[in-house]
């Protein structure tokens, strides 16, 4: 379940918003998600709602603060687990390389 968390001082007052994820293990923030298991680049960026995400939940689009401060819109493409053994494996082979 994707959704904005609002936290309020009181019923008039806004003190900021966030997107979130909840799900098994309870509510994360999903811009932790993002950076902390996929390795996506946030950087300057603030998650405020997620709008859509496609069936597969490989792509999320919604509303952000960017780095300039200002409200954009955002897409965030999620690699599939295939895609990231793939590229793990792609960072190894210089390494390997590099030895012999």
Not at 22 to 31: C, H, K, S, T, V
Not at 46 to 53: F, K, M, P, Q, T
Not at 67 to 85: D, K, M, N, R, Y
């Amino acid at each position: 379940v994707l959704g904005p968390w609002r936290g309020m001082l009181t019923m008039a007052v806004v003190l900021g918003a966030q997107a979130f994820l909840f799900g098994d293990g309870g509510i994360r923030a999903l811009e932790d998600e993002l950076v902390d298991v996929y390795g996506l680049d946030l950087t300057g960026w603030s998650l405020l709602n997620v709008y859509d995400i496609t069936s597969d939940g490989t792509t999320m689009t919604g509303l952000g603060v960017g780095p300039g401060g200002t409200s954009q819109a955002f897409v965030a493409v999620i690699p599939e687990p295939a895609t990231l053994t793939l590229l793990a494996l792609g960072a190894l082979i210089p390494l390997r390389r590099r030895r012999g």
